[in-house]
């Protein structure tokens, strides 16, 4: 073909036009349109994404994140398979508007097949698909994914509420609603109650009654102190001993580390044989539970948890991630809300759930006054955020109050907590690694990962335990369970004789005792000297860095379920001590046997109400008992450097001093019978038998009380508690002395019973 002049500075405009053109033989194809093209493509899914996520965020976000997944799906697609038609199209238009000319055949000839060959059978197609088309859509594919888990974890999509639950012919028409404000301290609450700046407990307090000090369970520790509130069970007898425990009963997986990937082996571990009040729900046919963003909910027909958005909320103030989704334009409070959005948004998901139909018993756990006690410390934000979960808390008794969608026709109200708090003074280096206590000594101490990175539990104890004499499992973070490898090995327990005189190999003895009670920060040290004799002995220092040791605290169980106690003169660099280390009144240390109610009474103007009962049910666990437990002081964890994104606490708990043990309680409504009272003192287990009376109704408060039954099972003879039990069951008073170290007994408002 011969072009003319004119024709010929067409051609060479055309292709200066159309840089992809070319005759297969001069110049290689440079496909700069495609490229052009792609971007564009790009672009628009990237609209699609950021619109999509909006729309996620804004309206009803389950259908919006199948939405969202189609969109992206379908756009993947169409960049692979659409696409090239697209470019076909696009060529058979862009060549059309050219005049009928030997040129425009050329032109239109040469742009189709060179279309035809790059996508269809051409080498150039191998390449479009695998490096880009495919590349991309992975990419997307997984962006879907990320933002569909997201979604999901964040709590967006509600959980469905089985329809035979919805459709219980016979619903109770009562409702029993529990919120649990985690980590309430019972000196706060009481000055912000006194304050006013709490007006929906208040309200509530006033039409029912309050409890001043309900002793949580020790380790002061979530989820694991959640045991007696839910069942109105003593915790150390549930299965588990905190979170962070060793457990001798086993051969292989013994470190039980719950948090991360280990947190699966949580709830399955609790005593199957006690019921939870969820499970009494079900028992006695009272209709439907729900739980919400609870560690522990064994039983409940419907539970709702909000994870990641509520570790954001926490992690606000410690981790970039968090700060930078925070930052996105219009969907950012919603990803990564802060403490006050967090709970107020969790209670209007857990109402639309209510209101769908008639639960009997909702459970609800507010996390931000425990998440800003880690993250900034018991400061004014904690004030705040207590007093947003009472406008919450308030919000939630009106709406469910005056709602028409439901037929309850009364309602129970109950404001409790899991475990009191203290402060971690940062600056001042209060975040202390207890493990270097006893690493100066040359004893192999361990206190592991924060987190368990694997869900297996499976190391054998050989292999585990082979470069280590002694472990801590971290609580809260201000307290240490101490387990020793004893000179019989791991899985017996180690007693005051060799803890004293511990043998390491190629030094002199190191006596464990001492040396933890010496390390700063340290104010508790407890042990056994043989099973059911527990010593105890506490530390004060002056900011001078002068120390007082006390003498020791001898707790002894008698067979009968009383504690009795004496105080053992100790000396310590010269001086000898008759102090007695927690502070008891000198009565009290008569060696005389008295009950764990007589303890409670007496014990609670002291820094530490009702140890003495706390510390014998924990050092007489048979297989979990720790060898030693060690408590920080005010000011101080054991978790140097040591927690993901936080890294160091600015407070916490896991104690067992006042600050840690001590949370308030209050019961209004249906059920509670004395209005106004304050009741001075009750225990976690108390609030949970209290709970179940007012689940059960107008029972007997026996046949509402939760059944020992249990301990039938258990078949470890080693339980000196349960021997007691069942050694005194037919004997008048001694049965209740060692029951009372088991279960609680609802508390007087509740009952009537003085
Ligand atoms: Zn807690």
Redesign the pocket.
Same mark, same amino acid.
Request: hydrophobic share 20%.
């Given at each position: 073909m011969r072009l003319n002049a004119s024709e010929a500075s067409k051609f060479w405009e055309l292709r200066r036009r159309h840089a992809t053109i070319d005759d297969g033989a001069t110049t290689p194809s440079q496909p700069v349109l495609e490229y052009r093209r792609k971007s564009h493509v790009v672009l628009l899914l990237m609209l699609l994404l950021l619109l999509s996520i909006t729309f996620a965020a804004t309206f009803n976000a389950r259908y919006s994140i199948v939405v969202i997944g189609t969109l992206l799906l379908v756009a993947a697609a169409s960049f692979t398979i659409v696409g090239p038609v697209l470019e076909l199209l696009w060529c058979v238009w862009s060549t059309s508007n050219i005049d009928d000319s030997p040129l425009q055949k050329q032109v239109y000839l040469t742009r189709w097949d060179q279309k035809l060959r790059r996508y269809f059978w051409n080498g150039d197609r191998k390449r479009y698909f695998s490096k880009t088309a495919l590349g991309f859509t992975i990419v997307v594919l997984l962006l879907t994914y990320i933002i569909i888990s997201l979604g999901k974890s964040q709590g967006y999509i509600p959980p469905e509420i089985p329809i035979h639950v919805l459709n219980d012919p016979n619903p109770d028409q009562s409702l029993l609603t529990v919120f649990l404000i985690?980590?309430l301290r019972a000196d706060i609450f009481e000055d912000e109650l006194t304050a006013g700046n709490l007006p929906a407990i208040q309200a509530l307090a006033t039409n029912g009654c309050r409890v001043r000090s309900v002793m949580s369970s020790f380790p002061s520790?979530?989820g694991y102190?959640y045991w007696p509130l839910l069942t109105g069970m003593d915790a150390t007898r549930s299965g588990h001993l905190g979170t962070r425990t060793f457990d001798r009963r086993l051969t292989a997986g013994n470190w039980r580390n719950h948090y991360g990937p280990g947190s699966v082996h949580f709830e399955p571990t609790f005593e199957p044989n006690v019921p939870t009040l969820f499970e009494v729900t079900a028992a006695h046919r009272k209709g439907w539970t729900l739980s919400g963003n609870s560690m522990l909910k064994r039983g409940a027909n419907v539970t709702y948890v909000a994870g990641l958005e509520q570790y954001f909320s926490k992690l606000m103030h410690a981790w970039w991630l968090a700060k930078l989704l925070r930052m996105i334009p219009v969907i950012g409070w919603r990803v990564a809300p802060n403490f006050y959005e967090f709970e107020t948004r969790f209670v209007r998901r857990m109402l639309k759930l209510v209101d769908q139909g008639q639960p009997r018993v909702v459970w609800t756990v507010f996390p931000s006054t *425990?998440n800003v006690a880690h993250a900034l410390g018991v400061n004014e934000e904690y004030h705040l955020v207590l007093r947003a979960i009472d406008t919450a808390i308030g919000h939630y008794v009106d709406a469910v109050q005056s709602s028409n969608a439901h037929s309850y026709k009364s309602f129970t109200f109950a404001v409790i907590s *899991? %475990?009191g708090e203290a402060n971690v003074d940062i600056p001042a280096g209060g975040n202390l690694d207890l493990c270097e206590a006893f690493l100066s000594k040359g004893v192999r101490a361990w206190r592991g990962d924060a987190k368990a990175w694997s869900a297996k539990f499976d190391e054998p104890i050989e292999t585990f335990g082979a470069d280590k004499d002694l472990l801590i499992g971290i609580q809260g973070d201000a307290s240490g369970s101490v387990y020793v490898k004893s000179s019989h090995g791991w899985l017996n327990r180690t007693y005051e004789d060799e803890l004293q005189s511990y043998k390491v190999t190629g030094r002199d003895d190191v006596d464990l005792l001492q040396t933890a009670l010496e390390y700063q920060g340290v104010e508790l040290v407890a042990w056994s000297r043989e099973n059911g004799v527990v010593i105890v002995q506490t530390k004060t220092s002056n900011t001078r860095g002068d120390i007082d040791i006390s003498a020791a605290g001898v707790i002894h169980l008698e067979s009968d379920g009383r504690i009795s106690y004496t105080v053992e003169e100790r000396s310590y660099a010269g001086t000898s001590s008759s102090r007695c280390p927690l502070g008891y009144e000198p009565n009290l240390a008569d060696g005389k046997p008295r009950s764990a109610r007589e303890w409670l009474k007496s014990t609670q103007q002291t820094p530490f109400p009702y140890a003495i009962v706390r510390l014998i049910q924990c050092l007489t666990v048979p297989g979990l008992a720790p060898d030693m437990v060690v408590t920080a002081q005010d000011g101080f964890d054991f978790g140097k450097d040591w927690e993901y994104f936080i890294r160091n606490f600015a407070g916490g %708990?896991g104690g067992i001093s006042s600050a840690h043990l001590r949370t308030p309680a209050i019961f209004s409504g249906k059920g509670v019978v004395a209005t106004g009272d304050v009741v001075e003192f009750a225990t976690a287990e108390d609030v949970g038998a209290s709970l179940h009376t007012l689940l059960l109704g107008p029972l007997d408060s026996d046949d509402a009380l939760p059944s020992l039954q249990f301990m039938e099972y258990r078949k470890d003879d080693d339980d000196i508690i349960a021997a007691a039990y069942r050694a005194n069951a037919n004997t008048t008073g001694g049965e209740s002395y060692a029951q009372d170290l088991l279960r609680g007994t609802p508390i007087s408002c509740i009952t009537g019973h003085g």
């Open positions: 985690d980590g520790i979530t102190a *425990d *899991d %475990h %708990h």
